[in-house]
């Protein structure tokens, strides 16, 4: 079966998704939706670097809306725009279409995201009768499914960590790196990331699935700033200038406490420079995320990422295209609803050897 499909926005991860849906045998893209008024007209293929696919770019909502589709791919951010982007994707529901989409990362695991965010989106799935799955790679398939999988071989567990240890220098969004996770500012700064509440709110959600995997209470989520490092000179990544002094390594945790221990974490050690930190956990390879499950037995598991020209961060931005993409299918056919990891039957490249 073909499953028909509108990609919603042509940014970062975007344009990735449109080269899946486009690439994909069991995909059909049917309509492009992009916020910038240049790209309108366009072919979409123009936007992934492939041939022209027939396919048009439009502004306008309402025509993509009325056509014929089964799923809308939806990654506009939405991070900084919540409330548009729960009024987008509870419209894009009424025109009956299912949803797939990156921008409310809560949402990786409905019951523990915020009612006001969750309950619009659940009252339009039934109402529609349709399902909506949000995920991606962090929130998502690198500390959900992959940690629950592993847990599913243990005998017993003591503990679960889940480590994105990567170099964000490559990854080219300036608001991403300076305004939301703080690069560039001084060691003092509070950016957006760090205000008390926005961690447990972005990941607290992947913490929480891991939990309701393993069966377990948590006694509450905990946010931890370990350490910040400063740039030790002045030097420059693809989306600007990182001055001498200014932050430029980050390491954080996002901790489920269980019985007063922190028994769930996941862990970030970010750096925009390879050489920044040594004493923080290396990297797996160029880059990427690392399991850990302490316990009987203990359980190591590392996935590595490289992508378009090797690029660590493509990969990642890959990965989180392809795993909603993947899961269309197994979306469409579920009971309408807000779906997480648990939800869903395994999802395989089913198709994708060719």
Not at 78 to 95: F, H, N, Q
Not at 195 to 222: K, M, Y
Request: aromatic share 4%; charged share 20%.
């Amino acid at each position: 079966m073909t499953y028909r499909v509108i990609q919603w926005s042509t940014g970062n991860v975007g344009r990735y998704a449109l080269r899946g849906i486009i690439n994909h045998p069991e995909l059909e893209l049917v309509g492009v939706w992009a916020h910038s008024k240049e790209k309108a007209g366009l072919d979409a293929g123009e936007l992934c670097g492939l041939p022209p696919t027939g396919v048009k770019v439009s502004n306008d909502a309402d025509e993509l809306l009325a056509l014929d589709a089964d799923v809308v791919s939806y990654n506009s951010t939405g991070d900084l725009r919540p409330v548009e982007a729960i009024d987008d994707i509870v419209r894009i529901m009424g025109s009956g279409k299912n949803v797939v989409g990156t921008a409310l990362v809560p949402l990786v695991y409905p019951p523990s995201a915020p009612a006001e965010m969750r309950q619009p989106l659940e009252e339009a799935c039934l109402k529609n009768n349709v399902s909506c799955f949000m995920s991606g790679i962090d929130p998502g398939v690198a500390n959900d499914l992959l940690p629950l999988v592993l847990t599913g071989l243990a005998e017993r567990i003591d503990s679960v960590r889940v480590q994105e240890i990567l170099n964000y220098a490559t990854y080219d969004q300036a608001e991403v790196l300076f305004h939301t996770m703080g690069f560039a500012h001084p060691l003092d700064h509070t950016p957006v990331l760090l205000i008390p509440g926005v961690l447990a709110l972005a990941w607290g959600c992947v913490v929480n699935v891991i939990a309701a995997g393993l069966g377990v209470e948590l006694d509450e989520v905990r946010e931890q700033v370990v350490e910040k490092i400063p740039a030790p000179e002045t030097f420059e990544v693809p989306s600007g200038t990182v001055e001498k002094g200014t932050m430029a390594a980050i390491r954080f945790e996002i901790q489920g406490i269980v019985g007063g221990e922190p028994r769930i974490v996941v862990e970030h050690v970010t750096r925009l420079r390879e050489d920044l930190a040594p004493h923080w956990p290396a990297p797996p390879g160029k880059g990427g995320y690392r399991v850990l499950v302490e316990g009987s037995p203990k359980l190591t598991v590392t996935l590595e990422l490289e992508g378009d020209g090797g690029d660590e961060n493509s990969g990642g931005l890959i990965v989180t295209a392809m795993r909603l993409l993947n899961a269309i299918p197994a979306v469409v056919q579920a009971p309408p609803g807000l779906l997480s990891a648990l939800d869903l039957p395994l999802v395989t490249g089913r198709g994708l050897m060719r």
